[in-house]
């Protein structure tokens, strides 16, 4: 619509100047025609002005030729066909990227639960080969005897978890050391625990260091009953 409307003005005004016969002598004039003479001319040359197809400078030398007041609806046609349509455009394409980018995010999103939920499944399975009497716990000496069948050492494998400490492993996993490990604990602590050696290496440190915070707090107890002790006044003789 934009260059629908400045090719109008332009086309009509090079109509008018060719009603004057003086200035058919004059080199601009040819030119004028050449690019502004017809409408489809008019739209193809503001088009390549705005584009860069050609310079939009040599337009304007030619454009001279017209009343002033052309030239100024020129060069408001660049303006505006640079800064508002361009930016325009350019915001589409922005706005596309982003939409386009959210929509990424959110398959990502997807993918990850989806993974994590076939991750549950597949341990809550496991969980319900480990517990062959049924009572939705598992003791640490069952524990240990099922890590001896080659299925469960291969689901676990499978599943990314280090196995080769398996007393460790269970208290790991024994989140309240209570020496049985419940469906919850099972799930959450196998979660967790998943991924490279590392994983289970920063959680073994982590155990350990709990333990010595306990170790910590029950000297610290047991400090200030005895100085408690020592603080009380002696009975007179």
Partial sequence: LTFYLFAVLFTAAVSA???QQETWSDTRTLLVVDYFGTLSDSILNLFMAMSGGRDWNEYYEVITVLPFQYS???L???TFSLFAVVNIVTGVFVETAMQSSSADRDIIV???????KRYLEFMLDLFDE???DGSNCIGLQEFIAKLDDERVLAYLNAMKLDVNDATI???LIDNDNSGQINIHEFLVGCYKLQGESRSLDTKIMYMEIRKMQENFGR???LVSDVHSLVSLPSSPK
């Avoid at 997807?110 to 994590?116: F, G, P, T």
Wanted: hydrophobic content about 55%.
């Fill in 110 to 116: 997807q993918d990850e639960l989806e993974s994590k």
């Fill in 17 to 19: 100047l060719l009603e």
């Fill in 72 to 74: 100024a609806f020129f």
């Fill in 219 to 221: 000297l610290v107890e």
């Fill in 130 to 132: 480990m517990d062959d």
């Fill in 169 to 171: 492993l269970f208290k």
């Fill in 76 to 78: 408001l046609f660049i």
